[in-house]
């Protein structure tokens, strides 16, 4: 039998994988032992989802996940980032260990590991337990102590796990929805936002510090949606609103994970205004870290603008757009990329989201879902991962959102982000879309990724 040569574009090593989180996914939301979430309550509160979508059933991956482990493996991929339901683990969010909701998570690492997949897992993907928030929320102090505990239990129940990650995008968490209210709890207070910051970060600090003290065998991180915004002109003060614009969403949260302080340009904009910090609080957030995880969709350009309190504005731009209007920027990424390699140093990142809403059809047959616009889309990205890696970035793997078309937050499900095509109007079939098919030939070596 005649061996094809494959083409070596990246490291052997480079880990390739798919990505989601549990309530986007899982359904089942009423089974197992589970209790409400922050998202239950936000998704059937009147008018803050599209359409009045829930996650109530979702993929139904909780049902269906031999199917898709299935899917993963013909896809060649070697990893799956998956997120725990904390509600589904410790109902009412804390106390008494519910052991089906383990058996599940059992399971699907089980699967998963027997299709030659490794399993990434987020121990926070937005869905505290709708009790907790009832305490006061990440607003409290407390819910980081909360956090630790139950960080604690997930290193203990579920051993075979090597790569953690702590908190998936606080500041989604923080800023959405504590702040401008998009996003579960659907608060809008500045104050209680930055104490939701610094509590998230708190809570990372907390649980990698648990997992050093026992010593567990693997690797723990934290992912970031950092946004490093380009200057609209070669003005002075332009190059210094782009910086500007850098310090909530980037400086924010990585700084303090270097060992650095929150970037006081972003407090002087808001006097009035305090972080909430005791004691010792910065040298717990700053535990070493393996590796960071880059989310990453899109780059904006900014312009100086006197009037605002952070002194600039988002500046309109050319680039077209996919379904969720995001301008569609690879070299944006390439950039982002260098500066956070310059950022961090030697830290190894990993690309734990990145990938587009499309309009996605069925084919007349229902058999097949034509998307070349995500293709492209993926191939100039890639593009871009190839470029940083060969100017010394030391990126070390990449997960595309999503697996699966999912519950898109405050979107319901408009919004299709998966290569895989889920028909919520025929029991969540799965019809794997062309993207699916270019992915599994990206993995495998049998698709060239041209450098622009």
């Known amino acids: 039998m005649e061996c094809h040569d494959r083409i070596k574009q990246f490291p052997s090593e480079f ?10 996914v899982e359904g089942a939301a009423n089974e197992g032992g589970r209790t409400p979430s922050i998202w239950d309550t936000f998704s059937h509160t009147t008018g803050k989802v599209a359409h009045g979508h829930t996650g109530d059933i979702a993929c139904d991956q909780y049902h269906r996940y031999k199917e898709d482990v299935r899917l993963m ?7 799956y980032r998956f997120s725990l339901s904390w509600s589904r683990i410790f109902p009412n969010g804390g106390g008494k260990i519910n052991e089906e909701g383990v058996q599940y998570y059992r399971s699907l690492i089980a699967e998963l590991q027997a299709g030659g997949i490794e399993p990434v897992v987020t121990l926070y993907h937005w869905d505290l337990p709708q009790e907790l928030e009832d305490e006061g929320g990440w607003v409290s102090r407390s819910t980081a102590e909360r956090f630790r505990e139950y960080a604690q239990h997930c ?12 908190l998936n995008e606080p500041f989604c968490s923080a800023i959405l929805g504590y702040l401008r209210g998009v996003h579960a709890p659907g608060l809008r207070d500045h104050q209680k936002a930055l104490n939701a910051v610094h509590h998230l970060l708190l809570a990372h ?11 567990y065998d693997g690797e723990i991180g934290i992912t ?16 210094e609103a782009a910086d500007r614009a850098a310090d909530l969403p980037t400086r924010m949260f990585l700084d303090p994970i270097l060992g650095k302080n929150y970037p006081q340009r972003y407090l002087d904009a808001y006097p009035g205004h305090t972080m909430p910090v005791h004691d010792g ?13 880059v989310n990453f969709y899109w780059e904006y350009a900014v312009m100086q603008d006197e009037s605002r309190p952070e002194k600039f504005r988002i500046a309109d731009q050319y680039q077209k757009t996919t379904a969720m209007g995001w301008p569609i920027t690879p070299d944006g990424l390439y950039r982002h990329l260098l500066w956070i390699s310059r950022r961090t140093g030697e830290l190894p990142l990993y690309i734990t989201e990145n990938g587009a809403a499309f309009d996605d059809r069925l084919s007349e047959d229902g058999l097949r879902c034509h998307d070349p616009r995500r293709i492209e889309y993926l191939r100039s990205y890639l593009a871009a991962c190839r470029r940083a890696i060969e100017a010394g970035v030391q990126l070390k793997g990449y997960f595309l959102w999503s697996f699966i078309d999912n519950f ?8 299709r982000f998966g290569i895989v095509y889920c028909d919520y109007a025929d029991r969540q079939r799965r019809i794997p879309k062309d993207s699916y098919y270019f992915y599994r030939d990206v993995i495998n070596g049998m698709e060239r990724i041209q450098l622009s």
């Not at 493996?73 to 990893?79: D, F, I, Q, R, V």
């Not at 898109?408 to 919004?415: C, N, S, V």
């Open 15 to 24: 880990l390739w994988g798919t990505a989601t989180a549990s309530y986007q």
């Open 73 to 79: 493996s013909g896809l060649g991929a070697g990893a």
């Open 155 to 166: 290193f203990r129940l579920f051993p075979e796990v090597r790569k953690w990650i702590t």
């Open 205 to 215: 600090g907390l649980a990698v510090r648990e997992y050093r003290r026992n010593g």
């Open 224 to 239: 970031l949606n950092m946004q490093t915004p380009r200057p609209a002109t070669g003005r002075q003060e332009d190059e």
């Open 281 to 293: 609080d910065m040298r717990i957030i700053a535990e070493k870290i393996d590796f960071l995880g």
């Open 408 to 415: 898109e937050w405050a979107y319901g499900y408009e919004k």
